[in-house]
């Protein structure tokens, strides 16, 4: 027997929709609700309010989903009060919750991208808003969900392996068929449910840290409560001395788990406005470590003995050789690749491993070093583009109290730009180096570790000083150095795998084809600037959905490597704004059926354009980009922008109108309400 929370609310005459934000009258409903289900012997497999969200139309869903999600979680603390939830119980309803969540999460970002499928989805259908969709592979699924069955052994394979749990599949089933009946095509709602499953751990972690005590069986699953693994590897041998805290306990920080749970989430970020995640194509990269005396400044130390022949050693995976280096103590990570080779890329795919394998033993931070103030520590330094972390405060994250941190430092190139970028970049590291060796624990160690991310050459220019701070060793002694390496073999592999799972077999064989009979592959390739421009991942990417989109042809080996460069922006931004390619008519729209995902349509230019002139929009987006640098910190007010536009504007209407392709509003934290 199962209870319908709508139903419910409908005999009494509530609208669910206008509950908003967690409030004392949700309290009063789920309190309500409990007794009832008291009355009738109902446990809280009863509730399935996945369900109840699955089955409604596109807006009534949308509407309902904060307020339904908020009444579950009043239920569950209501219910753990009464009698303490089991653990296939508490896992039941917490993954209802999470799963809710998520689901508004992406609706949300697919909104805010103008999806030609939400134009279908808001579409009036022909019956009352409260009304349930009538499809019956929709309503075949639902049945498999309500009543909600779960064994104790299902719930610590759902809390263990969560997206690839039989519960979280159950759910992600119904989810496609539920995309499917309100306007998307089958393969769309396949990437858009695997995008709500990678960012699912998060939103199951948000619930639990926000219910701790009705949901304590379920703390250990995603690392918080009393940890047996917890241990400060830097001082785990006096740390009743220096704590209060017994060593296996960790206070729990809401702050610190809603930033590691916003890691986790950020994996279900459309990437460049796709709608698939980084995650879904992303490729495990490979290094090469640099050994100090191949490096151009020639120290004493050295890291270990050359290889033959004074060459480098051979490729590693750079996220083993990562991790590995968290048990190294004494030197500071540094990841070297040029211009769209992956290092930001890797670096939010590490904080979010990091954040879902290593805690509490290693707190990941991640700092995009474009957004950082120069202070007088590097404490203060990092506060300014992180202020959550309170680095400067005793009780803040690098405190004894709290984890040891993993501060991924990304981008050492991108200091803010100004005449006294070089002398920042100085003190910047003046700084670093005077907090790795001075912020040391009980056993003398560095505490925290340090991961550097740059490019090559301004590395190079601060060891080509033989810099050094007031520290015996010069800066090179401290640094374990590597250089990511080009695609490889196994890498084009992998990507082209990836491409066709979230494409089309038949798209990623043809642009495989393309690049083959470009000589790309070769070891000693006709266009040579072209081929290594391919082996990284950024560009491989833009060349392949100009090719998908048939964009791009055979005349593009043949062009100069600052030529391409510059044909492969304009081409993208043609392709973005639905503009013929130079000297040539109006391309028609490709009629690909069931893979309307897999091109530029005509109705998603049309959202973008919004009743603009593509050169019009061009126009905007060059003045929003010449703003943005002029700051020197890459991000930018709307007020701003707008200013530039009309002096005369009194209204900041332009941040939803610029393309998420190239543009985005920046998170909490990182500036929020400005452009980057």
């Known amino acids: 027997m199962s209870l319908s929370i709508r139903h419910w609310l409908a005999e009494r005459h509530i609208q669910l929709a206008q509950l908003g934000h967690p409030n004392a009258q949700i309290s009063g409903i789920a309190f309500r609700i409990a007794q009832d289900m008291e009355s009738k012997s109902l446990d809280p497999f009863a509730i399935s309010v996945v369900t109840e969200v699955l089955e409604l139309p596109f807006n009534a869903a949308w509407q309902v989903t904060p307020a339904i999600s908020q009444l579950t979680v009043g239920l569950l603390r209501i219910l753990s009060r009464k009698k303490p939830l089991r653990r296939n119980e508490g896992t039941w309803l917490t993954f209802q919750v999470a799963y809710l969540n998520a689901l508004q999460g992406i609706l949300e970002q697919e909104s805010q991208l103008r999806r030609p499928w939400v134009n279908r989805a808001e579409v009036p259908a022909p019956l009352e808003a409260d009304e349930l969709l009538a499809e019956p592979q929709l309503i075949g699924l639902i049945k498999t969900l309500r009543p909600g069955r779960l064994t104790d052994s299902q719930a610590e394979q759902a ?134 005396s191949l490096s151009p400044v020639r120290g004493n130390f050295s890291e270990q003995p050359p290889t033959n022949k004074g060459q480098q050693p051979d490729g590693v995976d750079l996220m083993e050789w990562v991790t590995g280096q968290l048990e190294d103590k004494t030197s500071i990570a ?160 992998q990507w082209f795998q990836q491409w066709a799972k979230l494409q089309s077999k038949s798209i990623a064989q043809t642009y495989f084809n393309f690049l083959k009979h470009g000589g790309v592959f070769q070891k000693q390739p006709p266009s040579k600037e072209l081929a290594a421009l391919l082996t990284r991942p950024l560009m491989l990417y833009l060349v392949g959905i100009l090719h998908r989109d048939t964009r791009v042809d055979e005349s593009i080996f043949q062009m100069h ?20 390619a130079t000297d040539s008519g109006p391309l028609p729209e490709l009629i690909r059926e069931g893979l309307a995902h897999a091109s530029r349509s005509l109705e998603a230019i049309a959202n973008l354009l919004d009743g603009r002139h593509p050169q019009q929009l061009r126009h905007q987006m060059q003045v929003a980009a010449l703003t943005i640098i002029q700051t020197g910190q890459c991000q930018a007010t709307p007020a701003a922008i707008q200013n530039r536009l009309d002096p005369n504007s009194t209204t900041d209407v332009l941040a939803p109108c610029l393309p998420a392709f190239f543009f985005r509003s920046l998170p909490r934290g990182w500036g929020e309400g400005e452009i980057g």
């Open 561 to 580: 490597s600052t030529q391409v460069k510059f044909e492969i922006y304009d081409r993208v931004c043609r392709w973005l704004l639905g503009e013929p």
């Open 159 to 292: 809390l263990s392996m969560v997206a690839d749990s039989f519960l979280v599949k159950q759910m992600n089933n119904l989810a496609i068929a539920w995309f499917v009946a309100n306007g998307a095509e089958e393969t769309e709602a396949n990437l858009l449910t695997q995008r709500l499953s990678n960012g699912l751990a998060g939103y199951l972690l948000t619930a639990i840290a926000e219910n701790p005590l009705p949901l304590a069986q379920l703390q250990k699953f995603v690392r918080l409560g009393n940890l047996a693994a917890w241990r400060d590897p830097a001082s785990e041998a006096s740390m009743e001395e220096i704590s209060e805290f017994p060593p296996t306990t960790l206070p729990l920080d809401l702050d610190r788990e809603y930033y590691r749970a916003g890691l986790l989430r950020d994996l279900s970020e459309p990437l460049f406005a796709e709608p698939f995640a980084l995650k879904d194509l992303y490729v495990p990269l490979k290094g090469k470590p640099i050994h100090p």
């Open 334 to 493: 540094v990841i070297e690749a040029d211009a769209g080779c992956g290092k930001t890329s890797f670096c939010q795919i590490l904080a979010a491993h990091v954040a879902g394998e290593f805690y509490p033993n290693w707190m990941p931070v991640l700092i995009r070093l474009r957004d950082v103030t120069l202070g007088q520590t590097l404490e203060q330094t990092l506060e300014t583009a992180f202020p959550i972390g309170r680095f400067t405060d005793t009780d803040g994250w690098l405190s004894p109290n709290s984890p040891p941190c993993l501060l991924i430092l990304d981008g050492l190139n991108e200091l803010p730009r100004s005449p006294q970028t070089e002398r920042h970049l100085v003190s910047l590291m003046d700084q670093v180096l005077h907090f790795h060796t001075q912020k040391v624990g009980a056993t003398g160690f560095p505490r925290h570790k340090i991961l550097l991310t740059s490019r090559s050459a301004t590395l190079d220019s601060l060891l080509a000083r033989n810099y050094r701070q007031s520290v015996a060793l010069p800066l090179s002694a401290h640094l374990r150095r590597i250089a990511i390496e080009p695609l490889g073999q196994d890498e084009f592999r």
